[in-house]
Structures are given as structure tokens and as C-alpha cells.
């Protein structure tokens, strides 16, 4: 447990303004797991293998301090605050620009973060620019709680590939997650560690569903900033090695005739 913090501590620390009056109790249902994900706009063709279940042994809450591995710039990385989450809270944000108040953890990647994830490197004349920012609100990672963050993805190219975040599996496979747009043009490419690949929209609206055992990377194809909500399962965990190493199946590319899926020429299966 984290030092001085007490699981039943009650008390958001975020109170809802006036105008949304009452706070809603707790939802009264869960939805049971889906037998299909949504139709994919590219794929090998080939069926959807299973999500290999690596479910860690214990479900006990580990109230530890969040680890966000790889490079990253983050505006309090030294002390992330840890929600009570045993306890209700409300986080307002600025649904067109990805704005968490309050927000509990900021990370910031720039071109610097992202070296080797294009097949070219960057122009110097770009110096490091930033490429996206995510807003976190931070729970203990164990699958009793739902991590959820707001990605805000610059528009911008390094040669013909749109910008785009790292992209990652969950080191813990068999966790999913899902995508909620809410500005802006881009595509969620998904790839199985098998080669199997899908690429869905996000546009303001879409709702995406990232079965576990799919590494997910989201690409801004437009000109305006992507924005885009996630939530995922607490202890899914982010390992961004595998797809350092091996590179996507497919890359999105700034075409003629508008953005293009091609075959990633550096990727290696295993
Ligand atoms: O972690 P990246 O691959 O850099 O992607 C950026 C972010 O995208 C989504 O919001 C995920 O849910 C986050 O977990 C992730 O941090």
C-alpha cells in the first residue's frame, strides 16, 4: 500500500462542477465479453487467433507507484499521485482537446523518443518536436481497476509515415482495451505477435476494441490534432520492446492519392 494512503479512505479529490448536478452511483451491469471484434479494414485475411491468457496468479490490489517504462518526458515524474480508487471520483475533460482536470500523470514523447520507429530518420530542421502528450488517471495496476488516459497526437510526417505514437502490447497478453475518438483523422493499426494485422478508423465517435494479444499504435493521418480516449485492464502493463525490435507488419503512409497501408519493410516475425 502506498505510504499513508488508506484503502478506505473516502473522497475524490476532483468534485464535479455545479452543473452536473448529482454524481451517478456506480454502473448496475457489466457487459459480458464480446465473441467478436469490430470488421477490420485490412487484415492478412486470416481468422483472429485466440488471446493467449497470461493472467498473473493473484488479483490483490498492489498499490504501487505506477512505472511507465521506455523514453519518456513526464511533468511529475518524480511523484505521480495514485488515486484512492476504492473510492468513487468524477475527472472532467475537455473532450476536443484531451485536457484531464485534475490530471494525475503527463507523459510527453517528442521525435528524440521515437528513434528507429520511422524508416527514416527525422529532417534536423524538425528539431525535437513534440509528437503527443498522454494525460493519465492513475490507478493501482491490478485487473480489479481500469487505467484510462487521453492521447493528444500532433499531425506532422517524418518522410511519407504519418506521425504516431510508440505503439505496445500489453505485457500482460491476454488484457484488451478500447479507443474512443474524439478529434480529429487517424487509424489504430493492430498486429498479433503471429503477423495477423487489422487497421481501424478513429474519427469523433469510434469506438475501438484492442482484443488482448494485439499491439496497438495509433496514426495521425490528418492535419489537426487526434485526440482520442483509452481505458484498459489495471495490470495490463506496456511492453514496448517487442515492436522496437520487430517493427508493425504495416506502416501508414502519406500517398497521392491519401494515406496508404503498405508492407512495413523492416519487420521481422519471430
Ligand atoms: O504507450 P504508447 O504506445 O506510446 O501510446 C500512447 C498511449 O496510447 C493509449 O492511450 C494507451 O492506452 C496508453 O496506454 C498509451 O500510453
Not at 528513434?115 to 495496476?141: F, N, S
Not at 507488419?249 to 519471430?270: F, I, K, M, S
Amino acid at each position: 500500500m502506498r505510504p499513508g494512503a488508506s484503502p478506505r479512505r473516502v473522497g475524490a479529490r476532483c468534485s464535479p462542477p455545479a452543473t452536473w448536478g448529482r454524481t451517478s452511483t456506480s454502473c448496475a451491469s457489466r457487459r459480458a465479453s464480446r465473441n467478436q471484434g469490430p470488421p477490420s479494414t485490412t487484415g492478412s485475411g486470416r481468422s483472429r487467433p485466440r488471446s493467449p491468457r497470461t493472467d498473473p496468479q493473484s488479483s490483490a490490489v498492489q498499490w504501487r507507484s505506477p512505472s511507465c517504462s521506455g523514453p519518456e518526458r513526464s511533468t511529475n515524474a518524480e511523484e505521480t499521485p495514485m488515486r484512492d480508487a476504492v473510492a468513487p471520483f468524477n475527472v472532467l475533460m475537455e473532450l476536443d482537446k484531451g485536457v484531464l482536470e485534475p490530471t494525475d500523470h503527463t507523459k510527453r514523447r517528442h521525435l528524440s523518443d521515437m528513434h528507429g520507429m520511422y524508416l527514416e530518420e527525422p529532417d534536423e530542421a524538425a528539431g525535437d518536436a513534440l509528437v503527443y502528450t498522454v494525460h493519465e488517471i492513475v490507478v493501482p495496476e491490478s485487473p480489479d481497476h481500469i487505467q484510462c488516459s487521453t492521447t493528444i497526437l500532433q499531425p506532422g510526417r517524418v518522410g511519407r509515415e504519418f506521425f504516431m505514437t510508440k505503439g505496445h502490447f500489453h505485457e500482460v497478453r491476454g488484457r484488451s482495451e478500447v479507443y474512443l475518438g474524439l478529434r480529429g483523422e487517424g487509424r489504430l493499426v493492430m498486429a498479433t505477435e503471429g503477423g495477423d494485422h487489422a487497421v481501424e478508423h478513429i474519427v469523433p465517435g469510434s469506438v475501438s476494441y484492442v482484443p488482448g494479444g494485439w499491439a496497438h499504435r495509433s496514426v495521425n493521418i490528418g492535419s489537426e490534432l487526434l485526440v482520442f480516449f483509452a481505458a484498459y485492464v489495471g495490470d495490463a502493463g506496456h511492453d514496448y520492446a517487442t515492436i522496437e525490435d520487430e517493427g508493425l507488419p504495416v506502416l501508414l503512409t502519406d500517398a497521392p492519392d491519401g494515406p496508404r497501408v503498405e508492407r512495413n519493410p523492416r519487420y521481422t516475425q519471430r
